[in-house]
């Protein structure tokens, strides 16, 4: 619309110059023009509220997914700024969004899984590479992420412990239920998810051992902050950020969610997947809404 008052403004004054360079009774020369003029700035008219109306501006989808995704203002000014200095982080953004989606799925109390959820590739853990707290399975894409990882790990000198993986609805609910009675609503909540609103029920998340805060103090712990992404993991709730992903601390607790998401979290997101899928989930809901899509 910008570019359509910026011609109208010219035209108007090539009118009113051809007017006074052929004097007032020059109507013969004039009018054409105008009329012409007319034309044309009606169809630039047009053209503008027709592509207002239907694709909105690539500005306005960013800033409804930042506002929607709830984004600290830190990780909103970050995100803009890559946006407008570089189509990087739209292509990025549309690789993350291409995969699978089961990848960056949103597990959480507002977006739980049904019950009824079971993946359909889970394979049983079995000690080798790493070691096996108690045999439990997983997905078989991070299943294999997770041989790479350990044996990466392994020519470092670490050994990488399998405390937990894979959970069921139904398990989950055992294990909400036991903390709600030894701890109370309100701390079970901050240890653990409610059924169905828990990452291991993705078949995508590995507890390393040992499962409490000592682990970020291991050679496995500090292994895993510098090496996890390199391979497809994200630590799902890192200190610091307790208010928005709802749980306190767990520097044990890794996701698997694929080599481009891992990238696209730690570069925009500072290693923060909490915020990473938010916004993929709330740009996605945008996608869902609109009539054209991911135009």
Known sequence: MGMAWSIIAYCKLFFLYSYHETGRNSTEFCMP????????LAVIL?????????????EDRLNTAIYNAELPEKFAKKIDAAAARSP????????????????????????????????NDLVML??????????????QVALESL?????????????LAVSSAYRSYEYQTKVYNRNV???????????????????????????????NE????????QWLVANASRFGWSLSFPKGHEDATGYKWESWHYRYVGLDIARFI????????HYALRFLHEWEQWEASSPHGNQ
Request: aromatic share 8%.
């Open 33 to 40: 023009r105008l009329s012409f003029i007319v034309t044309i």
């Open 147 to 159: 041989n790479k990882m350990s044996a990466a790990a392994r020519k470092d000198g670490v050994t």
């Open 266 to 273: 730690d570069n925009y997101f500072d290693g923060v997947q």
């Open 181 to 211: 009675r030894e701890l109370g609503q309100k701390l079970a909540d901050m240890e653990s998810a409610q059924p169905g609103a828990s990452q291991h029920q993705t078949g995508l998340v590995v507890d390393f051992y040992p499962v």
């Open 88 to 119: 990087a982080f739209m292509a990025d953004l549309r690789t993350c969004l291409r995969g699978k989606k089961y990848l960056r799925e949103l597990v959480d109390r507002q977006h739980p899984l049904p019950s009824d959820y079971v993946p």
């Open 46 to 58: 047009i053209h503008c509220i027709v592509a207002a109306k239907g694709r909105p501006a690539k």
């Open 214 to 221: 000592s682990f970020a103090n291991t050679k496995a712990g």
């Open 126 to 139: 079995e000690e080798g590479i790493y070691q096996l707290i108690r045999p439990e399975p997983l997905r």
